[in-house]
């Protein structure tokens, strides 16, 4: 996707996107969330950092992960899920960061379900925004994560092969992962039906394939993205059926998948749908590592947005 | 009243005139073209180094009201209209209520004399409501004053009932407008279908969802005879499937905005609304295919789909923000720099000549006899501050932009009704005041 690289020499105020993040301060950041993993860091880091979760969307995963990355480097945490029709529909963005700020909140981490909530929340709020996922987007720490997870297995990123697998078209995960991955030298090929993954993905480092057992033997990771029912009624897809006969990673295409290679997965996943429960007890699957990573990486966002420098 | 334009370059189509020459008019109606012509009391108006064209008519504007008077009236709108240049303007139907009844628009009518600046002819809907079933009173509300008829933006998806309002409303000469855009296709889109939208995860309407209505209604044009008028194409398909129908003598007629023909879909990075309307910006080479459709004739008119909200209304979410923008008073500007070089002949038929035979309102020639119509523009480079709009409605993409071309003054039945920024209303005794039931039936 767009390659436009942030040039600067002070940390960014907020994390909306991965291209808000420089090649060096990716790799920063990775290499502060991995000593953070090895050593516990003090606790004051955020020492009475007031921090706001705003999830205008049901989240587990991710806002259990904020939440404890938030309290494990001391900022006070205030977690609030208002629903999305009242805060941010009714009321102005301006007057919602503005009202925000008075109050004193210095960090909104902030999962909304419209694409672009939080860069305009951002460019409004005199403080520090991190997406948490807004719509189909972008999810940065979700990427930052999966990245961190593959740098532990592999020595080089550079020329790694990765397959997204899935609806391409409704997920953050995907479009941070193709900005991030493609940043970082790594070959992106994303795999899913013309109606999840239209022509219009096809971009610079980013190549479309529909047959995903052509492609499962030459990958050194394959990321399998959840598939919503409601996208049937949507009539962008048949019966399930007909979409795990060419796309669900099951006992048969994990021997296809080459023995070093591993399996990511964002979850929330659907058992029977894009994967087997094979796919779950298979050694070369990393769920575990990455949801244990996002706590790591969080804090480490934390820390490089309101710290600047010292996390660089 | 006696008003002579003096010294201007005028340039008529409908006549074929282009050249230096004064213009008289008295009692609201153009009565003479000459060279040097005596003064006779009249007011004088000096076009010197300037371009005389008949009145500029804009044939899809919303005016707000009655309904939405927060985002415009008709007075702020006819304001704008002949701040823009624009003597006379077409206002669509999708008010609150709808102009599906003779009562309403009467009073629009009578509003818009009330302003006393450009004239006002109203657009009927076609269907109750706009709702697309029952069908609207064609011939009461063209005794009411309509010119021309349509659902606008609520696409009639049922054919079955635009086909029988076609065929019921043979007889009346102001064309079926059709705003394309087939609802299930379109969705939820906020922008146009491509790679901008999918790498900004925003829903895109395909522009298949034009033309596929575009196709449709053109072949109910040619079921039915009825003629037919499309608004604001925005698509390289669209402007064939018009160049098609014309082939098969089908009675069609089409428009273009000036921002399908200068903006694309890569104004949404920022997730704001400024750019957000329907149809949608498009991607190059449909724009490209519209700045061709300007010059080889196929696009037959200039018009802005005068769109004015509230500028809070515009600063929310891109999801629940209007769509559209205000267009009156940028135009001469706009299409300017969007379609450079194109002949002066073949912008003031665009902006007169041809809105005013597709409509069937008087005006759009210089010919004595017309009504005292007349817009004076130039070449004088200018900025747009859409804050110091006449309109209520602050929003241009096309704001903070330089244009070359610019509105000097604006004549409405003999009465400078615009002169350097200033808008003056026509005197109270008014020779045009609208007398609709009179129309030729």
Known sequence: MRSRSPTRTVAPRSLIDIDDLSRDEIFGLLDRAVSFKQTAPPRDLLAGVPVLNLFFEASTRTATSFTLAEQRVGADVISFAPGTSSLGKGETISDTAITLRGIGVRVIVVRHPEAGFPRRLAEAFDGHVVNAGDGPRAHPTQALLDLMTLRNEFCSLERLHVAIVGDILHSRVARSNIVGMTRLGIDVTLVGPPTLLPDAFAVDGVHIERNFEAVLPRVDAVMMLRIQRERITASLLPPLDDYTRNYQLDRRRLDMLPDGAVILHPGPYNRGVELTDDVLDDPRSRYVAQVGNGVFVRMAVLDLLVNGARAA | ?441
């Open chain 2, 1 to 441: 009243m006696k008003t002579l334009v003096r010294g201007g370059r005028v340039v008529d189509p409908a006549q074929r005139i282009d050249a230096l020459r004064d213009v008289f008019i008295d009692d609201g109606v153009i009565v003479e073209i000459g060279e040097r012509l005596a003064a006779d009391g009249a007011r004088v108006v000096d076009a010197t180094g300037a371009i005389v064209a008949p009145g500029f008519i804009d044939m899809h504007v919303h005016l707000r009201e009655p309904g939405q008077t927060r985002k415009e009236t008709i007075a702020t709108g006819s304001a704008a209209a002949v701040a823009g240049g624009f003597t006379a303007v077409a206002c669509m139907p999708n008010t609150d209520p709808a102009l599906d009844s003779p009562t309403i628009v009467s009073e629009v009518v009578r509003r818009a004399h009330a302003a006393a600046l450009a004239r006002v002819y109203p657009i009927g809907a076609i269907t109750r409501r706009r709702a697309g079933t029952e069908l609207a009173p064609y011939h009461l509300l063209r005794d009411a004053g309509c010119v021309a008829f349509s659902d606008d933006g609520a696409t009639i998806a049922n054919a079955r009932v635009l086909r029988n309002a076609a065929r019921y409303a043979i007889d009346l000469s102001g064309p079926f407008i059709s705003h394309c855009e087939d609802a299930e296709l379109k969705g939820e889109a906020v922008m146009n279908e491509g790679r901008n939208s999918a790498r900004l995860g925003l829903e895109g309407s395909p522009g298949l969802a034009e033309d596929v209505i575009v196709a449709r209604d053109l072949l109910i044009a040619e079921d039915t005879g009825k003629n037919w008028h499309i608004a604001h194409v925005s698509t390289a398909r669209s402007l064939d499937l018009v160049r098609w129908a014309r082939a098969r003598g089908v009675p069609t007629t089409c428009e273009v905005t000036p921002h399908h023909l200068f903006f694309v879909d890569d104004r949404f990075e920022d997730y704001r609304a400024d750019g957000k309307v329907n149809p949608p910006l498009r991607d190059a080479p449909d724009r490209l295919a519209l700045v061709a459709g300007v010059r080889d004739g196929t696009i037959d008119a200039f018009a802005t789909d005068h769109a004015p909200h509230g500028a809070d209304e515009k600063a929310q979410l891109l999801s629940v923000a209007p769509v559209g923008f205000s267009g009156l008073e940028i135009a001469v500007g706009a299409y300017a720099l969007a379609v450079p070089d194109l002949p002066l002949e073949r912008f003031v038929a665009l902006l007169s000549t041809n809105p005013a035979r597709i409509l069937g309102v008087p005006g759009g020639s210089l010919a004595p006899g017309s009504p005292g119509d007349v817009t004076i523009f130039a070449e004088r480079p200018w900025t747009v501050d859409a804050y110091r709009f006449h309109s209520l409605g602050k929003n241009t993409p096309f704001d903070g932009m330089r244009f070359t071309r610019r509105v000097i003054a604006t004549i409405v039945a003999g009465s400078v009704v615009y002169e350097d920024g200033r808008v003056t209303p026509r005197p109270a005794r008014d020779e045009f005041a609208p007398r609709p039931t009179e129309v030729a039936r």
